[in-house]
């Protein structure tokens, strides 16, 4: 079987992870990997053998605010999507006349190209659900959001990542399936309170939807003089990092919340920090949850999107609906043996989140399209 994956860029994180870890758990052979651009993931593609191939391409959405300016650049942006993709669209059907493609599998829902392409030439296709575009990046489809659900709908078979994302598309599709993402697990790992080092730990971009003020703030409200710190690990925009700095300052934090920037050892700072804050607004499905929970990390997770279904709230971890909420069990949680949340948070994930599960599941997904 010769699979097309298609993904929206060539970064390494989030959903192209998801995909590697998918290649990998499903052990495929025979696959292409079509990306818009050059970047970081074809070093990763060339290590693990597989073939990849530049077409750029563009996404069927864009950011839309209620300002005037943003207004008039998403209408730049239809019309400069709009003629890349056509050019791209012919130059893709040129490669399916030379290849013998069973499945086209679009990694992102932001991308349509792909559905385009094997509704042209009668391949069967995947579209992988990972994103709700609006709610998460505040994006509207250049067609009506009802006209996408409906090419959603239609499509051969669909993988949502979490049921908050089927819900929020209205997937009725008869070959929909929720497929929670693959992550890499550290085998055989107990953390004892003992090593458990004095941190809360944020991890992700940094964005205000990612949360991170409300991290600071909840963490300057519960700190009270305690010889603690908060971690926040990942990167974003100057203008964020800078507010970021600034409410340091403000709050008197200077040696308690640290910017480590991007670091290659998360599931380390995991493992010993006293917990997680998960404090994304709308988390489709989320990778750094799934992460934490199988490196023996408690998890202080948002009562919304995907991490509500990750977390039973006080038997694998705890969910907030405040910042107050927040700064209350960060302080409960500062106290307490969590050994016995985490051992049960961990044996979860074991069961719904690493990558023999997943290969499980998408086996499913590719015999039902024979």
């Not at 669209?89 to 932001?110: A, C, E, M, P, S």
């Not at 009270?224 to 925009?237: E, M």
């Not at 934090?253 to 700072?269: A, P």
């Amino acid at each position: 079987m010769q699979v097309l994956f298609i993904v929206n860029d060539a970064g390494i994180y989030g959903a192209n992870l998801s995909l590697v870890n998918m290649i990998k758990s499903f052990n495929f052979k025979d696959c292409l990997v079509l990306v818009p651009a050059k970047g970081p993931l074809l070093s990763l593609l060339d290590q693990m053998s597989i073939s990849y191939l530049i077409i750029p391409f563009r996404f069927n959405s864009a950011v839309y605010d209620s300002d005037l300016f943003s207004r008039f650049l998403y209408v730049v942006r239809l019309c400069y999507y709009w003629i890349l993709n056509k050019y791209s669209y012919f130059r893709i059907l040129q490669v399916l006349n030379k290849k013998n493609i069973d499945i086209i599998h679009t990694n992102d829902n932001r991308v349509s190209i792909g559905f385009e392409v094997a509704k042209r030439k009668c391949i069967r296709h995947v579209w992988h659900m990972r994103e709700f575009l609006d709610l998460d990046y505040n994006m509207r489809p250049f067609k009506s959001f009802r006209k996408l659900c409906e090419d959603f709908n239609v499509s051969d078979s669909v993988i949502c990542v979490s049921e908050a994302v089927k819900k929020h598309f209205n997937i009725q599709n008869k070959n929909a399936r929720v497929i929670y993402n693959a992550v890499e697990s550290i085998h055989n790992l107990h953390t004892t309170k003992a090593e458990k080092e004095r941190y809360f730990l944020f991890c992700g971009s940094l964005s205000e939807k990612k949360g991170v003020f409300d991290a600071i703030y909840s963490f300057s409200k519960m700190l009270n003089g305690q010889d603690l710190q908060l971690y926040i690990a990942g990167t974003g925009p100057t203008r964020i990092v800078k507010k970021i700095e600034a409410i340091i300052q403000q709050e008197n934090l200077q040696g308690k919340v640290i910017l480590l920037g991007y670091r290659s050892d998360s599931k380390e700072l995991m493992r010993k920090a006293i917990a997680l804050l998960m404090c994304s607004k709308h988390e489709a499905f989320g990778r750094v949850t799934a992460e934490a929970m199988l490196s023996d990390c408690l998890v202080i997770g948002r009562n919304s999107g995907g991490t509500s279904e990750l977390i039973e709230h006080r038997i694998t971890g705890f969910l907030f609906n405040t910042n107050d909420e927040l700064a209350r069990y960060m302080e409960i949680v500062l106290e307490m043996d969590t050994t016995d949340i985490r051992n049960k948070a961990k044996e979860k994930a074991i069961h719904s989140f690493t990558e023999e599960v997943y290969a499980e599941q998408l086996k499913k997904v590719y015999d039902s399209l024979k």
